[in-house]
């Protein structure tokens, strides 16, 4: 099959509720096609849903350094860390996207959630 047909797929798979389908679909098209933004979004979105969050972050971070004005990149980069955890290196993310989109309800959400975690951010 041809790639865009398999993204079709994937985007089926992921909004039905398959992420770990849309992920095996997704991963030998972002091989392909590297600098392919919208589906290495997809792909870690697909990673964060079925709790791969290693790999989510590495998409991510790959996603983040490609384009560091990328709210969503540094949100979802963030919650992912947050799941992890690692409520330190999520809350630069998270301050980074409400920072750039302050209107965003999920966006201010997370970072106080994140910041209730730390201390306030201390």
Known sequence: MDLLT???RATMFFETGDPA???RLLEPIVEAEPGNSSVRQLLARAY???AQLNRAEEQLRELVHRDPSDHYAHHVLG???ER???YADALRHLRIAAAMYST???YTTALRR???RVGGGR
Do not use: I, K, P
Request: glycine share 4%.
């Open 114 to 116: 994140v910041e209730s």
């Open 21 to 23: 389908g849309a992920a």
């Open 104 to 106: 965003h309800t999920d």
């Open 79 to 81: 919650r992912t860390l």
């Open 84 to 86: 992890m955890n690692r």
């Open 48 to 50: 964060f849903q079925s």
């Open 6 to 8: 398999d993204y079709r």
